[in-house]
């Protein structure tokens, strides 16, 4: 079994950063693909950022060139850098870790989930 821990979120004025991190429990994180997706008020789960095992990416094409995901296999940590933020990008943020996936952009895909860090960002 597998735990995440997401921490860095808050709140921000437009135009602003914010990092994130998810921390993974367990000795098999490099067997993960990890994912961060995002939940706005009123609005379905969606598909953010993904790293696979191999450190391909993956974005939302909103984000693309504004936020930045890695990762560390000696930390067991999974990082999303967020910049240029705007109000649409409020949202509850989740971790989520699939086992030897691709860096799908599916929710439904993912195995486990943290259970997420609030980012508010103010106009």
């Known amino acids: 079994q597998l735990q995440l821990v997401e921490s860095g979120g808050g709140l921000v004025q437009a135009g602003g950063s914010l990092r994130l991190s998810c921390t993974v429990s367990?000795?098999?994180?490099?067997?993960?693909?990890m994912a961060w997706f995002r939940q706005a008020p009123g609005k379905e789960r969606e598909f953010v950022a993904a790293?696979?095992?191999?450190?391909?990416?993956y974005y939302l094409d909103s984000v693309k060139g504004r936020f930045f995901i890695s990762r560390d296999n000696t930390k067991n940590t999974v990082d999303l850098q967020m910049n240029s933020l705007k109000p649409e990008d409020t949202g509850v943020y989740y971790c989520?870790?699939?086992?030897?996936?691709?860096?799908?952009?599916?929710?439904?895909?993912?195995?486990?989930w943290g259970q997420g860090t609030q980012v508010t960002v103010s106009s």
């Open positions: 989520a870790a699939d086992l030897y996936g691709p860096g799908s952009i599916q929710s439904v895909d993912y195995d486990f």
């Open positions: 367990g000795r098999t994180f490099s067997r993960y693909a």
């Open positions: 790293v696979s095992r191999s450190t391909n990416t």
